[in-house]
């Protein structure tokens, strides 16, 4: 008589669950899942917003020692080192590292679904923290116009956006496959 092989052995251990009876989990353990898992794979818009303000006030407020953003801030040294290419461009140079770089540190705080649902919500959260970061500004007594804030938000998106899609793709370079 030929000795089963670990491989027999494990072939009729399936066959063996295939065919056992059906034990159903109890209800609130079979919700509990479905809303944890519903929760993880579409993360709260208020959820993200939060985390991603959390990381803005700090980081945001550092931005402002190296760039002084609508004369906010004591960053004068890169404020007048971009103002040689134009106000406008400077304007988007701010923003793009007032948003950018809290942005960058955002990833370190923010899951990969979270990452992912900024992506699927077309950017808002990034465009909601940049336009109350302009109330802010403003009520802190900036003179801003227009086409300034609009420079400005345009270059704070651009940063923002290219974060998020880095957050998104490099996990992908490093790892052949998403966990």
Not at 160 to 169: R, V
Request: glycine fraction near 8%.
């Amino acid at each position: 008589m030929k000795s089963k092989t670990p491989r027999d052995e494990w072939i009729e251990d399936y066959h063996e669950f295939l065919h056992s009876p059906e034990i159903a989990p109890p209800a609130y353990v079979s919700d509990g899942m479905m809303n944890y898992v519903s929760r993880e794979l579409h993360p709260s818009f208020m959820v993200i917003i939060s985390k991603l303000a959390l990381v803005y006030v700090p980081v945001g407020s550092l931005s402002l020692l190296i760039c002084a953003q609508f004369g906010v801030g004591r960053g004068h040294v890169l404020s007048d080192a971009f103002m040689k290419f134009g106000h406008l461009p400077c304007m988007a140079i701010c923003g793009a590292l007032f948003l950018g770089l809290p942005m960058l540190a955002a990833l370190l705080v923010l899951s990969r679904t979270e990452i992912s649902s900024i992506r699927r919500h077309i950017y808002l959260p990034i465009i909601a923290i940049g336009i109350i970061s302009l109330l802010i500004f403003f009520c802190l007594g900036a003179d801003i116009s227009l086409l300034v804030a609009l420079s400005w938000l345009a270059g704070g998106l651009a940063s923002g956006i290219l974060a998020t899609e880095a957050g998104i793709g490099l996990p992908r370079l490093v790892t052949s496959k998403w966990p």
